[in-house]
Protein backbone atom coordinates (compact mmCIF):
# COMPACT_ATOMS: atom_id res chain seq x y z
CA UNK A 1 0.00 0.00 0.00
CA UNK A 2 1.12 3.75 -0.42
CA UNK A 3 1.26 5.92 2.57
CA UNK A 4 -0.83 8.83 2.51
CA UNK A 5 -0.66 12.17 4.47
CA UNK A 6 -2.62 11.99 8.18
CA UNK A 7 -4.77 14.87 6.55
CA UNK A 8 -5.90 13.58 3.41
CA UNK A 9 -3.11 15.47 1.37
CA UNK A 10 -2.00 12.86 -0.63
CA UNK A 11 -6.23 12.83 -2.20
CA UNK A 12 -5.94 16.05 -3.24
CA UNK A 13 -6.10 17.18 -6.96
CA UNK A 14 -6.58 21.00 -7.13
CA UNK A 15 -5.26 23.34 -6.35
CA UNK A 16 -2.37 20.84 -4.67
CA UNK A 17 -1.44 21.98 -1.41
CA UNK A 18 -4.59 22.84 0.18
CA UNK A 19 -6.69 20.60 2.63
CA UNK A 20 -9.15 18.26 1.36
CA UNK A 21 -12.12 20.22 2.46
CA UNK A 22 -11.12 23.58 0.63
CA UNK A 23 -9.89 21.77 -2.21
CA UNK A 24 -11.69 21.83 -5.69
CA UNK A 25 -11.50 18.52 -6.64
CA UNK A 26 -9.80 15.12 -4.99
CA UNK A 27 -9.71 11.70 -5.52
CA UNK A 28 -12.55 9.48 -4.97
CA UNK A 29 -10.54 6.35 -6.46
CA UNK A 30 -11.51 3.31 -4.48
CA UNK A 31 -9.52 0.48 -6.28
CA UNK A 32 -6.65 1.04 -4.02
CA UNK A 33 -6.82 2.58 -1.01
CA UNK A 34 -3.88 4.20 0.90
CA UNK A 35 -1.94 2.75 4.71
CA UNK A 36 -3.53 4.73 6.55
CA UNK A 37 -7.05 4.62 4.81
CA UNK A 38 -10.53 2.98 5.99
CA UNK A 39 -12.47 1.91 3.45
CA UNK A 40 -16.43 2.28 4.32
CA UNK A 41 -19.19 0.46 2.33
CA UNK A 42 -21.78 3.58 2.39
CA UNK A 43 -25.55 2.97 3.31
CA UNK A 44 -26.78 6.11 3.48
CA UNK A 45 -25.47 10.18 3.40
CA UNK A 46 -27.39 11.71 5.90
CA UNK A 47 -26.97 15.60 4.21
CA UNK A 48 -26.46 18.51 5.86
CA UNK A 49 -29.63 20.58 6.69
CA UNK A 50 -28.72 23.77 5.18
CA UNK A 51 -27.23 21.61 1.91
CA UNK A 52 -30.08 19.55 1.28
CA UNK A 53 -32.31 22.65 1.89
CA UNK A 54 -30.56 24.37 -0.69
CA UNK A 55 -30.54 20.95 -3.31
CA UNK A 56 -33.99 20.97 -2.78
CA UNK A 57 -35.27 23.95 -3.68
CA UNK A 58 -32.75 24.11 -6.84
CA UNK A 59 -34.31 21.12 -7.80
CA UNK A 60 -38.00 22.40 -7.23
CA UNK A 61 -38.59 19.16 -5.05
CA UNK A 62 -38.36 16.60 -8.22
CA UNK A 63 -35.98 13.29 -6.40
CA UNK A 64 -34.91 13.01 -9.98
CA UNK A 65 -33.65 16.35 -9.89
CA UNK A 66 -32.30 16.23 -6.76
CA UNK A 67 -30.54 13.17 -7.20
CA UNK A 68 -29.15 14.19 -10.80
CA UNK A 69 -27.59 17.39 -8.63
CA UNK A 70 -25.73 15.32 -6.24
CA UNK A 71 -24.01 12.59 -8.42
CA UNK A 72 -22.95 15.98 -10.27
CA UNK A 73 -21.86 17.56 -7.30
CA UNK A 74 -19.54 14.18 -6.30
CA UNK A 75 -18.88 13.69 -10.17
CA UNK A 76 -16.91 17.14 -10.34
CA UNK A 77 -15.09 17.29 -7.01
CA UNK A 78 -14.47 13.53 -5.69
CA UNK A 79 -16.83 14.37 -2.52
CA UNK A 80 -20.16 16.18 -1.59
CA UNK A 81 -19.34 19.52 -0.50
CA UNK A 82 -22.53 21.77 -2.06
CA UNK A 83 -21.13 24.41 -4.01
CA UNK A 84 -23.52 26.77 -2.77
CA UNK A 85 -23.21 26.01 1.01
CA UNK A 86 -20.34 24.34 1.60
CA UNK A 87 -21.48 21.64 3.69
CA UNK A 88 -21.70 18.53 3.40
CA UNK A 89 -23.00 16.16 6.08
CA UNK A 90 -21.95 12.44 7.26
CA UNK A 91 -22.26 8.80 6.33
CA UNK A 92 -23.73 5.71 7.72
CA UNK A 93 -21.43 2.59 6.02
CA UNK A 94 -19.70 -0.85 7.04
CA UNK A 95 -16.10 -0.83 7.51
CA UNK A 96 -14.69 -2.76 4.16
CA UNK A 97 -10.90 -2.53 4.52
CA UNK A 98 -8.06 -0.94 6.70
CA UNK A 99 -4.98 0.25 5.70
CA UNK A 100 -1.79 -1.53 6.94
CA UNK A 101 -0.93 1.15 8.75
CA UNK A 102 -3.35 1.60 11.07
CA UNK A 103 -3.02 -1.97 12.01
CA UNK A 104 -3.56 -2.34 15.74
CA UNK A 105 -3.98 1.82 16.21
CA UNK A 106 -8.01 1.76 15.45
CA UNK A 107 -10.46 0.11 17.23
CA UNK A 108 -12.23 -0.57 14.09
CA UNK A 109 -12.70 -4.34 12.53
CA UNK A 110 -14.27 -4.82 8.99
CA UNK A 111 -17.42 -5.22 9.46
CA UNK A 112 -17.94 -2.80 12.03
CA UNK A 113 -21.17 -0.35 11.66
CA UNK A 114 -20.11 3.24 12.03
CA UNK A 115 -21.46 6.81 11.29
CA UNK A 116 -18.48 9.20 10.31
CA UNK A 117 -18.60 12.62 12.19
CA UNK A 118 -15.72 14.33 9.69
CA UNK A 119 -17.92 16.56 6.43
CA UNK A 120 -18.78 14.79 3.59
CA UNK A 121 -17.31 17.81 2.10
CA UNK A 122 -13.62 16.50 3.21
CA UNK A 123 -14.56 13.05 2.85
CA UNK A 124 -13.84 11.24 -0.63
CA UNK A 125 -16.68 9.81 -1.67
CA UNK A 126 -18.37 7.82 -4.81
CA UNK A 127 -21.71 7.15 -5.57
CA UNK A 128 -22.65 4.06 -8.03
CA UNK A 129 -26.73 4.37 -7.51
CA UNK A 130 -28.94 6.76 -5.62
CA UNK A 131 -31.50 4.22 -4.07
CA UNK A 132 -33.60 6.39 -2.38
CA UNK A 133 -33.87 9.71 -1.10
CA UNK A 134 -36.05 10.96 2.42
CA UNK A 135 -36.68 14.57 1.73
CA UNK A 136 -38.26 15.11 5.19
CA UNK A 137 -35.05 13.60 6.90
CA UNK A 138 -32.10 14.85 5.10
CA UNK A 139 -30.74 11.27 4.06
CA UNK A 140 -30.42 9.31 1.29
CA UNK A 141 -29.77 6.01 1.01
CA UNK A 142 -27.27 4.81 -1.61
CA UNK A 143 -24.73 2.47 -3.01
CA UNK A 144 -21.11 3.67 -3.25
CA UNK A 145 -17.97 3.79 -1.31
CA UNK A 146 -16.19 6.31 1.01
CA UNK A 147 -12.44 6.77 2.94
CA UNK A 148 -11.87 7.58 6.45
CA UNK A 149 -8.81 9.41 6.69
CA UNK A 150 -6.60 8.89 10.02
CA UNK A 151 -7.22 12.17 11.13
CA UNK A 152 -11.39 11.40 10.64
CA UNK A 153 -13.12 10.67 13.55
CA UNK A 154 -16.29 8.33 13.87
CA UNK A 155 -18.42 6.13 16.06
CA UNK A 156 -19.53 2.53 16.01
CA UNK A 157 -23.32 2.24 15.88
CA UNK A 158 -24.59 1.59 19.10
CA UNK A 159 -26.55 -1.95 19.50
CA UNK A 160 -29.51 0.30 22.04
CA UNK A 161 -30.04 2.59 19.04
CA UNK A 162 -31.34 2.21 15.92
CA UNK A 163 -28.98 3.14 12.93
CA UNK A 164 -31.31 5.81 10.96
CA UNK A 165 -31.97 6.94 14.71
CA UNK A 166 -28.42 7.36 15.72
CA UNK A 167 -27.41 8.48 12.51
CA UNK A 168 -29.83 11.45 12.74
CA UNK A 169 -28.34 12.49 16.26
CA UNK A 170 -25.12 12.38 15.14
CA UNK A 171 -25.53 14.44 12.62
CA UNK A 172 -25.82 17.11 14.79
CA UNK A 173 -23.73 15.96 17.62
CA UNK A 174 -22.12 19.33 18.12
CA UNK A 175 -24.79 21.19 18.56
CA UNK A 176 -26.07 19.46 21.71
CA UNK A 177 -22.35 18.67 23.33
CA UNK A 178 -21.51 22.72 22.97
CA UNK A 179 -24.47 23.61 24.59
CA UNK A 180 -23.43 21.22 27.29
CA UNK A 181 -20.08 23.10 27.36
CA UNK A 182 -21.08 26.38 27.15
CA UNK A 183 -24.59 26.58 29.53
CA UNK A 184 -23.91 27.40 32.77
CA UNK A 185 -26.61 27.38 36.05
CA UNK A 186 -28.77 29.89 36.13
CA UNK A 187 -28.54 31.47 32.67
CA UNK A 188 -31.14 32.25 30.27
CA UNK A 189 -30.75 30.58 27.07
CA UNK A 190 -32.40 31.15 23.45
CA UNK A 191 -32.46 28.44 20.96
CA UNK A 192 -33.10 29.51 17.78
CA UNK A 193 -34.72 26.87 15.35
CA UNK A 194 -35.86 25.36 18.70
CA UNK A 195 -37.68 22.90 17.18
CA UNK A 196 -35.59 21.21 14.84
CA UNK A 197 -33.49 18.03 15.07
CA UNK A 198 -30.21 19.56 16.38
CA UNK A 199 -32.70 22.18 17.94
CA UNK A 200 -34.46 19.97 20.41
CA UNK A 201 -31.00 18.22 21.35
CA UNK A 202 -30.03 21.55 22.56
CA UNK A 203 -33.40 22.73 24.41
CA UNK A 204 -32.79 19.22 26.75
CA UNK A 205 -29.27 19.99 26.98
CA UNK A 206 -29.81 23.65 28.14
CA UNK A 207 -31.98 23.32 30.59
CA UNK A 208 -30.34 20.01 31.65
CA UNK A 209 -27.40 22.72 32.05
CA UNK A 210 -29.25 25.25 33.24
CA UNK A 211 -31.34 23.63 35.60
CA UNK A 212 -34.30 25.50 37.80
CA UNK A 213 -32.76 29.00 38.22
CA UNK A 214 -32.02 29.23 34.46
CA UNK A 215 -34.44 29.89 31.84
CA UNK A 216 -34.51 28.53 28.44
CA UNK A 217 -36.50 29.96 25.50
CA UNK A 218 -37.50 28.07 22.68
CA UNK A 219 -37.84 29.93 19.00
CA UNK A 220 -39.76 28.14 16.88
CA UNK A 221 -40.46 28.70 12.78
CA UNK A 222 -43.97 26.62 12.08
CA UNK A 223 -46.65 25.98 14.47
CA UNK A 224 -46.70 22.28 14.17
CA UNK A 225 -42.98 22.14 15.52
CA UNK A 226 -43.97 25.07 18.50
CA UNK A 227 -46.87 22.72 19.55
CA UNK A 228 -44.24 19.71 19.53
CA UNK A 229 -41.20 21.67 21.54
CA UNK A 230 -44.16 22.97 24.19
CA UNK A 231 -45.54 19.25 24.38
CA UNK A 232 -41.45 18.13 25.04
CA UNK A 233 -41.42 20.40 27.89
CA UNK A 234 -37.85 21.19 27.93
CA UNK A 235 -38.02 25.30 27.65
CA UNK A 236 -40.08 27.62 29.77
CA UNK A 237 -41.12 29.48 27.06
CA UNK A 238 -41.65 28.19 23.10
CA UNK A 239 -42.93 30.91 20.64
CA UNK A 240 -43.28 30.70 16.87
CA UNK A 241 -41.63 33.75 14.52
CA UNK A 242 -39.41 34.23 11.64
CA UNK A 243 -36.12 34.68 12.44
CA UNK A 244 -35.20 36.64 9.19
CA UNK A 245 -36.88 39.65 11.36
CA UNK A 246 -34.70 40.83 13.98
CA UNK A 247 -36.66 43.75 15.56
CA UNK A 248 -39.88 41.35 16.18
CA UNK A 249 -38.12 38.96 18.01
CA UNK A 250 -36.16 41.42 19.61
CA UNK A 251 -39.36 43.10 21.16
CA UNK A 252 -40.47 39.41 22.45
CA UNK A 253 -37.31 38.68 23.99
CA UNK A 254 -37.39 41.96 25.80
CA UNK A 255 -40.60 41.21 27.00
CA UNK A 256 -39.52 37.24 28.22
CA UNK A 257 -36.14 38.99 30.21
CA UNK A 258 -37.52 41.92 31.51
CA UNK A 259 -35.06 44.09 29.09
CA UNK A 260 -31.62 41.81 30.47
CA UNK A 261 -31.43 39.45 27.16
CA UNK A 262 -30.06 36.50 26.65
CA UNK A 263 -26.32 35.02 28.30
CA UNK A 264 -26.80 32.75 25.68
CA UNK A 265 -28.06 32.15 22.00
CA UNK A 266 -27.66 29.03 19.77
CA UNK A 267 -28.70 29.64 16.27
CA UNK A 268 -29.84 26.28 14.73
CA UNK A 269 -31.77 27.25 11.63
CA UNK A 270 -31.35 26.00 8.03
CA UNK A 271 -32.16 29.42 6.29
CA UNK A 272 -29.91 33.13 5.64
CA UNK A 273 -30.43 36.12 7.03
CA UNK A 274 -30.85 35.20 11.01
CA UNK A 275 -27.29 36.57 12.20
CA UNK A 276 -28.91 40.14 13.60
CA UNK A 277 -32.07 38.14 15.56
CA UNK A 278 -28.82 36.49 16.82
CA UNK A 279 -26.77 39.24 17.79
CA UNK A 280 -29.67 41.69 19.04
CA UNK A 281 -31.37 39.03 21.23
CA UNK A 282 -28.27 38.60 23.24
CA UNK A 283 -26.69 40.74 26.23
CA UNK A 284 -23.32 42.50 25.19
CA UNK A 285 -21.23 40.49 27.21
CA UNK A 286 -23.11 37.31 25.96
CA UNK A 287 -22.47 34.38 23.75
CA UNK A 288 -23.42 33.69 20.46
CA UNK A 289 -23.23 30.20 19.40
CA UNK A 290 -23.33 29.93 15.50
CA UNK A 291 -24.38 26.33 14.49
CA UNK A 292 -25.90 26.94 11.02
CA UNK A 293 -24.32 26.47 8.46
CA UNK A 294 -26.18 28.87 6.39
CA UNK A 295 -24.66 31.67 8.76
CA UNK A 296 -22.21 34.20 7.15
CA UNK A 297 -19.99 35.15 9.37
CA UNK A 298 -19.26 38.34 7.70
CA UNK A 299 -23.21 39.60 8.66
CA UNK A 300 -22.23 38.92 12.13
CA UNK A 301 -19.24 40.30 12.35
CA UNK A 302 -20.20 43.75 10.74
CA UNK A 303 -23.42 43.57 11.72
CA UNK A 304 -23.05 43.42 15.57
CA UNK A 305 -20.47 46.29 15.09
CA UNK A 306 -23.18 48.26 13.21
CA UNK A 307 -25.42 47.81 16.88
CA UNK A 308 -22.54 48.44 18.86
CA UNK A 309 -22.92 44.76 20.16
CA UNK A 310 -19.67 43.51 22.17
CA UNK A 311 -21.13 39.64 22.50
CA UNK A 312 -18.63 36.65 22.10
CA UNK A 313 -19.38 34.88 18.44
CA UNK A 314 -18.50 31.06 18.22
CA UNK A 315 -18.53 29.40 15.02
CA UNK A 316 -20.41 26.12 15.14
CA UNK A 317 -17.92 23.98 14.91
CA UNK A 318 -19.31 20.00 14.76
CA UNK A 319 -16.47 18.56 16.94
CA UNK A 320 -16.03 18.86 20.39
CA UNK A 321 -14.78 15.93 22.90
CA UNK A 322 -17.25 13.85 23.94
CA UNK A 323 -19.83 14.69 21.29
CA UNK A 324 -21.00 11.63 19.99
CA UNK A 325 -21.47 10.11 23.22
CA UNK A 326 -23.05 13.19 25.11
CA UNK A 327 -25.60 13.36 22.16
CA UNK A 328 -26.47 9.52 22.16
CA UNK A 329 -26.98 9.47 25.52
CA UNK A 330 -29.77 12.56 24.91
CA UNK A 331 -32.12 10.01 23.43
CA UNK A 332 -31.14 7.27 26.46
CA UNK A 333 -32.12 9.69 29.05
CA UNK A 334 -35.04 11.30 27.25
CA UNK A 335 -37.65 8.82 26.08
CA UNK A 336 -40.33 11.98 25.10
CA UNK A 337 -36.94 13.42 23.19
CA UNK A 338 -36.58 9.24 21.62
CA UNK A 339 -39.69 8.99 20.71
CA UNK A 340 -40.16 12.28 18.46
CA UNK A 341 -36.58 11.76 16.98
CA UNK A 342 -37.83 7.66 16.22
CA UNK A 343 -41.17 9.33 14.77
CA UNK A 344 -39.45 11.83 12.53
CA UNK A 345 -36.26 10.58 11.47
CA UNK A 346 -36.01 6.81 11.81
Not at 80 to 93: A, F, I, K, Y
Not at 302 to 315: N, Q
Amino acid sequence: MKHGNKYGLHRVIEPKGVLPQPANKIDNNMDEIYDNEILIDVQTLNIDSASFTQIEQQAGGDKAKIAEIMLDIVAKQGKHRNPVTGSGGMLLGTVEKIGDALIGKTDLKVGDKIATLVSLSLTPLRIDKIKDIRPDIDQVDIDGKAILFESGIYAKIPSDIPENLALSALDVAGAPAQTAKLVKPGDTVLIIGAGGKSGMLCCYEAKKRAGVTGKVIGLCHSERSTKRLQELGFCDYVFSADATQPVPVLEKIEELTDGKMCDITINNVNIQDTEMTSILCTKNDGVVYFFSMATSFTKAALGAEGVGSDVTMIVGNGYTKGHAEITLQILRESEKLRKVFTELYA
